[in-house]
C-alpha cells in the first residue's frame, strides 16, 4: 500500500506571480500517481502539523520563532529566490507534519511505502537559515525524530540540487547517513566530494556531483559503486528521499538529463536499500516543470509497488561517471 500524505486543498503559501515553486505541483504530482492506476492502493493520511518541539529537532528556536511572527505580519521577502507569506507558516507546518504521520504510520504499521507530497520543499533549510525556496527541512525533521528513536537513517536526495541544509543539519551527527547527488555547478554551489562530515560522523555525508547532461544511468552506477558499500556498513533502519523532480531533462532550472523512468528506476534502488517493508519515506522536494513532476511522481510511486507504469524510457550515456574515481579517492582519505 502507498500511504500519501498530500492536502493541496489546505495550501496557502502563495509565492507569488511567475515563482518557479507554485502550488500547481503538487497536484501534478497527484495527477501523475492517479495516472499510473494506483488509486486503490493509495491510504490517504490526515493531515496534521508538526509541534514546535519535532521542529527544535533541526532547527533553532529563534528561527522558528523569526519564520512564525514574519508569517503572522503578511510575510515578506527572505532572500532573493525565497519568499514567505501569511499562509506560509501553516503550509510548511503542514509539510513536516505529514512526513512526521508518514514516518510513524510506517512504524507502527510495518508495512508499505509512504509518499509526502507537499510544499515548499525543504533541503536548502538551514538550523537557523531559509533560502532556495526552502522554509522549513522536512526530511531533516523526519530524519532527527526517527534518529531520537534509535533508528539509523538514510537519506538519499536525488534532486538536482545540493541539500545543502540537510548536510549542515546532520554534518556531526553519526546516526544519519546523508547521500547526495546534484548537478555540478549549480545552486547553491556546495557538495563537493571532498566534503564527507565532521569529526563525530567521519564519511557519514557521501556528495557526488554530476556534470550538466548526466543521465540516470550515471546516477544509479555511482549508487552502486559508492554508496551501495557505504550503506552496507551503515546498516540503515530507515530510509527517506529527498525526492526533487528537477534533474529531469525538460526541468527550466537545471540541466541533467533524467527521464521518468529514471526516477522509478532510483525508487526501485532505494527501496532496496531500506532493511525490509514500512522503512521508506519519498518526500517532494524541487521539480518545476509539471509534466515532469506528473510523470516521475507516478513512475516513482509505480516503481515502489512493484508496478509497471512506465510514461518515459529511462535514460543513458551521459557523463559523470568520473565521480566515483573522485568519491573513493575522499573516502581513502578518511582511513587512517
Not at 91 to 106: D, F, H, I, K, Q
Not at 124 to 145: E, R
Amino acid at each position: 500500500m502507498l500511504y500519501l500524505s498530500a492536502q493541496p486543498e489546505l495550501d496557502h503559501h502563495d509565492t507569488g506571480a511567475h515563482h518557479p515553486e507554485r502550488p500547481d505541483r503538487v497536484p501534478a504530482a497527484l495527477q501523475g500517481i492517479r495516472a499510473a492506476g494506483l488509486s486503490d492502493a493509495v491510504v490517504p493520511l490526515a493531515p496534521r502539523t508538526a509541534t514546535r518541539q519535532e521542529l527544535e529537532l533541526a532547527h533553532s528556536p529563534h528561527y522558528l520563532q523569526a519564520i512564525e511572527e514574519l508569517c503572522q505580519a503578511g510575510g515578506g521577502q527572505l532572500d532573493p529566490d525565497t519568499v514567505a507569506s501569511a499562509g506560509s507558516w501553516e503550509t510548511a507546518l503542514r509539510a513536516v507534519g505529514g512526513a512526521l504521520e508518514a514516518v510513524s504510520t510506517l512504524r507502527a504499521n510495518g508495512a508499505g511505502v509512504a509518499f509526502v507530497a507537499h510544499r515548499p520543499p525543504g533541503h536548502h533549510a538551514t538550523a537557523d537559515q531559509a533560502m532556495g525556496f526552502c522554509l522549513l527541512n522536512t526530511v531533516a525533521v523526519a530524519a532527527a525524530w526517527l534518529a531520537e528513536r534509535g533508528e539509523r537513517v538514510l537519506v538519499l536526495d536525488w534532486d538536482v540540487h545540493h541539500g545543502n541544509g540537510t548536510q549542515a543539519i546532520f554534518w556531526d551527527d553519526p546516526r544519519v547517513l546523508y547521500v547526495s547527488t546534484h548537478q555540478s555547478p549549480l545552486y547553491p554551489g556546495t557538495g563537493s566530494v571532498e566534503a564527507t562530515g565532521g569529526p563525530a560522523a567521519p564519511g557519514m555525508t557521501v556528495n557526488l556531483p554530476l556534470p550538466p547532461g548526466a543521465t540516470g544511468d550515471v546516477i544509479l552506477h555511482v549508487w552502486e559503486e559508492i554508496v551501495a558499500p557505504v550503506a552496507a556498513g551503515f546498516a540503515p533502519t530507515w530510509v527517506l528521499v529527498s525526492a526533487g523532480f528537477d534533474a529531469h531533462r525538460a526541468d527550466p532550472l537545471a540541466n541533467l538529463s533524467l527521464s521518468a523512468g529514471d526516477f522509478g528506476a532510483l525508487a526501485l534502488r532505494a527501496k532496496e536499500f531500506a532493511p525490509g517493508p514500512g522503512r521508506l519515506v519519498v518526500v517532494l522536494e524541487g521539480g518545476y516543470d509539471l509534466d515532469a513532476v506528473k510523470m516521475s511522481a507516478g513512475a516513482v510511486s509505480s516503481a515502489l509497488l512493484g508496478g509497471t507504469y512506465h510514461p518515459e524510457a529511462p535514460t543513458s550515456g551521459g557523463p559523470g561517471r568520473q565521480v566515483v574515481e573522485r568519491a573513493r579517492r575522499a573516502r581513502a582519505a578518511l582511513e587512517p
